[in-house]
Structure formats: structure tokens, C-alpha cells
């Protein structure tokens, strides 16, 4: 799914485009007892209680794309008689009405899932009569073909309020607030099947994460299935140790430079594009060799990156370059740079200490105060 796409969905979270049939919820304890169990018609709900859930909603499907929000193909095995593919399709067919189905799949993440804490496990079902659309992009509400039928769950911590003092104005006091438990925003959640294309995709779906250094890979995989990406940070280290590792002793200030601007020049091309920037094992490579890296430096490139990374790995473009900034650190000083203006900065020997050379223009403040130079 791309941000329109992901975007169409979240607009019908609200109650003049709410076509969601039911919501069906399991709060469980610390102990991973099954506290109670819900089963509602959505429309049926009070006003506000749809606005607090339409609001967890669009929070499952917040973030970027690629750290926070990851499309995912089912595997072949997964897709086989048995298989989580054919467990999710069932419930999503059953439109949370089987609660045999709904009970399974509450065992299936109670089972699998380590929180220490109690939690929501919420799950949605809603048929979104897709409006057609003209070349310019013009929505028509009466030229549907197709109705994109999913189910989508959240899971949210449950937590004591924050102690505190409340105002009780027929008393006109104030006293000890009373704690209460509440439903937070989803740590994890996904939305199945995948809305591709603008239509259904029996063969993806989009996992949310909050936390988008802990995709809890173990426990996704065994609930739907499919392999999970590396975490944004992980691929920023692998990315950072497949640099060092085939450069070498020729990892110079000037051989960075160069791939952090050769990186920011392909996101700038690729920003009109749909789809986040991902790099696999070849364009990484060829990213090298556009930016001065020796062909005798890439003889093990390939070796390098697949047991740095992993053979089949891609990494988010986004993951790995900040274009906003440019920072160059040793264990004393931290410099951050204009990254238009890296060419302000060179390393250099002087009186035989390896050292960085920051070329002035436009004058000097330190601590906001201007300084004049000592010539």
C-alpha cells in the first residue's frame, strides 16, 4: 500500500464515511487470563465511544512507510491448507460473527505475545464500497465495482491513570483523582488484506508497528505468517558496517561525503514516487561504485553485505541518510553541517595530528555570541 492508498482507508474513520459492521474486543490481565469480551455493532456504539475508537484506528495506520507501517507479501507455506493466510481469510469472511474464529485467534495472540502488562486485543470488520475515480483524480460515488472487505486489529496497552487531583464542582473541592484503568494507542496492529492498487490483495497485508526498532518479528511471523523486514535501526547499522567493512582503510570524509550526497540526489528523484526509496544488495553496490569506491574495494562486497544484512535484504533509503542533516562526530566534538554545504569541511595533518578543517564564511558565534578572528 502507498500513502493514498493507506490514507483512503483512515477518511472512513469517521462517522460520515463509517461503513465498519463490527468491532469485537478481549482485555487481557498480565497473567494472560482473558479478563472479558466484547462483540458489538459498530454503528450501534455511542458517538463518543466511536470517536475514542475511531481514533485508535487511524492510529494503526500512522507512521512511515517502511519503519513504522510494512507492507508484507504472504509466503507460498503460509498460504497453504491450514496456514495463517487461510485462518485470517476465514475470519475476515465470518465478518467477526464465527466466535469459535474469534476466540482461536485471541488464543493464537495471547499465546505468542509478550507484553508484561495488560492489553486490548481490537478487531474491526468493514466493507468500504470503493468509489470509482476519474483520470484526474475525481472520486465517483455512484461508479463502484468493488467492495473491499478486511478486517483490521489493534493491539492497545491498558494502563492505570496518572494519579493526581481532580475538581468535583457540585462539591466545589478538590480531592485524590480515582485511578482508573485506560486503553492507550496500538502497539502493534495490521490490516488484512492489503488495500493495493486501490483494490484487494488476498496476498499482502500492512502491519503497523509503534515502535519502529521492535517490530517484535517472532510474534508477527507465527501469527500471519510472513517474514518481517529489518528494523529501521538494525538496517542503519547494517548499512553503516557494510561502508566500513569494504572500505576499509579507504573509509575517508570525502568517500561518505560523497555516498550521503549520491544518497540524498536518488531520494530527491524519488520523492514524487508513490513508494519509499528501497535499496537491495545490487544498488547498494552500484551506489558505491558511483561515488569513487575501487573495484578492487568491491571483491567481497557481495559476501559483506549478505552476512552483514542478509542476502535478500532491502533497505529503506530513508532508514539510512537524514537529508536534513549532515554530522560528523570524534569522541570530544560533534559537528553538524548543512548537508549543501559538506564542502566546508576537510580532514587534514597538521603538525602531525590528523585533524578537521572548517572553513569560515560569514562569520563565527559561540555560545550566540559573535567572534572576531585573531588575524
Known amino acids: 500500500m502507498i500513502k493514498k492508498e493507506i490514507s483512503e482507508i ?27 469480551e466484547f462483540k458489538e ?23 512511515t512507510l517502511g519503519k513504522n507501517l510494512i507492507n508484507l507479501e504472504f509466503p507460498l507455506d503460509a498460504e497453504m491448507e491450514g496456514g495463517p493466510h487461510e485462518f485470517l ?11 469459535e474464529l474469534l476466540d482461536a485467534f485471541y488464543d493464537r495472540i495471547i499465546e505468542t505475545y ?8 481490537l478487531l ?10 476519474t483520470s484526474d483524480g475525481i472520486d465517483m460515488e455512484d461508479a463502484s465495482d468493488e467492495v473491499y472487505s478486511y478486517i483490521m486489529c489493534c493491539i492497545c496497552p491498558v494502563d492505570l491513570s496518572k494519579p493526581g487531583l481532580s475538581y468535583h464542582e457540585l462539591e466545589n473541592t478538590f480531592s485524590n483523582r480515582v485511578r482508573d484503568w485506560v486503553v492507550g494507542m496500538p502497539e502493534l496492529g495490521f490490516l488484512f488484506p492489503a488495500f493495493n492498487d486501490r483494490s484487494t490483495d488476498l496476498h499482502s497485508t500492512l502491519y503497523y508497528s509503534k515502535d519502529a526498532n521492535d517490530l517484535h518479528d517472532t510474534f508477527m511471523e507465527q ?36 555516498i ?23 544498488q547498494v553496490k552500484s551506489l558505491l561504485e558511483h561515488s569513487g569506491v575501487e573495484e578492487e574495494q568491491l571483491q567481497d562486497f557481495d559476501k559483506t553485505f549478505d552476512e552483514t544484512a542478509g542476502e535478500r535484504a532491502s533497505i529503506y533509503a530513508g532508514n539510512i541518510v537524514n537529508t536534513r542533516a549532515f554530522e560528523v562526530k570524534t569522541p570530544d566534538v560533534i559537528v553538524k553541517v548543512n548537508p549543501e554545504r559538506t564542502d566546508l569541511i576537510e580532514t587534514r595533518e597538521i603538525d602531525g595530528r590528523q585533524c578537521l578543517v572548517i572553513a569560515i564564511d560569514g562569520g563565527v558565534e559561540v555560545n550566540g555570541i559573535v567572534v572576531k578572528s585573531n588575524s
Open 89 to 99: 481469510l476465514k475470519l475476515r469472511n465470518s465478518k467477526l460473527q464465527d466466535e
Open 10 to 36: 483512515k477518511r472512513q474513520f469517521t462517522p460520515a464515511n463509517c461503513s465498519i459492521s463490527r468491532i469485537c474486543g478481549c482485555y487481557v490481565d498480565g497473567e494472560k487470563n482473558k479478563k472479558t
Open 223 to 258: 501469527l500471519l505468517g510472513c517474514p518481517l523486514p529489518l528494523p529501521a535501526s538494525y538496517q542503519k547499522e547494517s548499512f553503516q558496517a557494510i561502508i566500513e567493512e569494504t572500505l576499509g582503510e579507504a573509509c575517508s570524509y570525502e568517500t561518505i561525503r560523497t
Open 114 to 121: 509478550e507484553y508484561v502488562g495488560n492489553y486490548l486485543i
Open 124 to 133: 474491526i470488520h468493514d466493507a468500504y464500497d470503493i468509489p470509482g475515480r
Open 260 to 282: 550521503h550526497e549520491n544518497l540524498t540526489e536518488m531520494m530527491e528523484e524519488h520523492k514524487d514516487e508513490p513508494e519509499p526509496l528501497v535499496l537491495d544488495k545490487y
Open 41 to 63: 455493532a459498530f454503528l450501534s456504539l455511542p458517538e463518543e465511544d466511536m470517536y475514542k475508537y475511531f481514533e485508535i484506528l487511524r492510529k494503526n495506520l500512522s507512521g
